[in-house]
C-alpha cells in the first residue's frame, strides 16, 4: 500500500472509538492479510474509546515503550496486547521507511477485551497516533486499511463515524452505509463480566470454520447483511433488531460448537438476555447483541433508553451499564496526553 507524507510531529494524541457489530466478522480466509469470510456491518461508538499518545524519537535506537493505562473501572489491556501493538509499530515503521523508537501509551475507557471491540478501537488509535507521529495523514479509507493490518478486521470499521460496512474480500477499506447523524441508535452494554475472556477473538476466528454450522452461517448472511442494511437506510427498528439478535445467537452457536468449543457467554449473559425478551413482552422495542464475549449489548432507540437502563440496573449479574450511542469516527491533536 502506498502511503502518504508529511512532516514529522513528535507526540501526537488521538482517540478512536469502538464499534458493535450488528453482522459480525467471525472466521478468516487470510489471516495474515486479514480477509474474511464474510461482509460485516457495525455501528460505531462513542463514549467507549480507546485514547492513544504516541512519540517518536527518529534516528533513535534502543526497544519500543509501551504503557496499558488503565481507565477508572476498567481493566488495562491483556499482556498480549503489548505484543500485537509492538508487532503493528514494526509494521508501521517499516511502511514509511524510517528508523527510530516509539513511546505509546494507551487506555480504553470501557472494560478490554470483554465483547466491547478493545481491539478495534485500540488498533485504529494506535496506527492514528503513531502513524502521525510517523508523518503519515492517513485519510479514513488509508485509517481503516492501516488499523486492519494489525491483524483485527473489526479495527477497519472504527476509522469511520455511524454505520460502517466492511466488505472484506477485494478492498482493504471499509466503508460508511450512513453517517452519525442517520439514525441516532443506543447501545447499553451489560456489564456482566469485566476480565479478559479467556479466549481471543483471534483464535476464536481461527477455530470456527471446525464448526458444523459455520457454513450454514455463511448462506444465511448474505440475506441477513441485505435485510440490516436497508434497514438501516429506512431507519427501521422493527426490521434491524430481530435480524441482530438472530445474527448474534448464530455466531456463538457456531463458536459454542466449535473443535475445540469456546464459551464467552456466563451465567449473566442469559440473564440479560431473558430481561431482554421480557421488555420486548412489556413493549418496548430493544435487541441484543454480543461480540466476542459474555457483556451484552443491548440496542434500542433513544424513546426506550432510560427504560432498558433502568431494568438491565435491577439484574442481579449487572455490574454496571455503559451507556452509548452511535458516534463519530477517530480524531487527534498534538500533544502527549497520558
Ligand atoms: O477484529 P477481531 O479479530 O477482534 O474480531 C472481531 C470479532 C467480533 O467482535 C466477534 C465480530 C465483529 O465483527 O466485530
Redesign the pocket.
Known amino acids: 500500500m502506498e502511503l502518504p507524507y508529511i512532516l514529522s510531529e513528535r507526540s501526537i494524541t488521538s482517540e478512536a472509538p469502538s464499534n458493535i457489530?450488528f453482522i459480525?466478522?467471525?472466521g478468516a480466509l487470510d489471516f495474515e492479510r486479514v480477509i474474511p469470510h464474510n461482509p460485516?456491518l457495525?455501528m460505531t461508538l462513542t463514549s467507549c474509546r480507546s485514547v492513544c499518545s504516541a512519540t517518536f524519537f527518529e534516528g533513535e535506537t534502543g526497544s519500543d515503550e509501551v504503557l496499558l493505562v488503565s481507565d477508572e473501572g476498567g481493566a488495562p489491556a491483556p499482556p498480549q496486547f503489548s505484543e500485537r501493538i509492538l508487532a503493528h509499530l514494526d509494521r508501521l515503521r517499516a511502511g514509511v521507511g524510517k528508523e527510530g523508537r516509539f513511546r505509546i501509551a494507551t487506555r480504553n475507557t470501557f472494560p478490554a477485551a470483554a465483547g466491547i471491540?478493545s481491539?478495534?478501537s485500540g488498533f485504529t488509535a494506535l496506527s492514528l497516533a503513531a502513524g502521525r507521529a510517523l508523518g503519515l495523514d492517513p485519510s479514513a479509507d488509508e485509517l481503516s486499511a492501516l488499523a486492519q493490518s494489525s491483524g483485527?478486521?473489526?479495527?477497519s470499521r472504527s476509522a469511520y463515524g455511524g454505520y460502517v460496512r466492511w466488505p472484506g474480500s477485494d478492498t482493504d477499506a471499509a466503508e460508511q452505509v450512513a453517517d452519525e447523524d442517520h439514525w441516532p441508535l443506543c447501545d447499553l452494554v451489560a456489564i456482566v463480566e469485566t476480565q479478559a475472556k479467556k479466549v481471543s477473538?483471534?483464535e476464536g476466528?481461527r477455530r470456527a470454520t471446525s464448526s458444523p454450522y459455520f457454513q450454514h452461517r455463511l448462506e444465511l448472511l448474505p440475506e441477513r447483511l441485505a435485510a440490516a442494511t436497508e434497514a438501516i437506510e429506512r431507519r427501521d427498528f422493527a426490521q434491524l433488531g430481530p435480524v441482530i439478535e438472530e445474527e448474534a445467537i448464530d455466531?456463538h452457536l457456531v463458536a459454542m460448537s466449535s473443535q475445540p468449543p469456546v464459551f464467552y457467554w456466563g451465567p449473566g449473559t442469559m440473564e440479560v438476555l431473558a430481561a431482554v425478551r421480557d421488555l420486548r413482552e412489556d413493549g418496548v422495542a430493544a435487541f441484543s447483541t454480543m461480540?466476542?464475549g459474555a457483556n451484552v449489548h443491548v440496542i434500542c432507540e433513544p424513546d426506550n433508553a432510560a427504560v432498558v437502563e433502568a431494568r438491565l440496573h435491577s439484574l442481579q449479574s449487572v455490574e454496571r451499564v455503559l451507556v452509548d450511542r452511535v458516534g463519530e469516527g477517530p480524531v487527534w491533536r498534538p500533544g502527549a496526553e497520558l
Do not use: E, I, P, T
Not at 152 to 155: R, T
Open positions: 457489530a459480525k466478522y467471525w460485516s457495525s471491540a481491539s478495534a483485527s478486521g473489526s479495527a477473538s483471534l476466528h455466531l461480540d466476542a
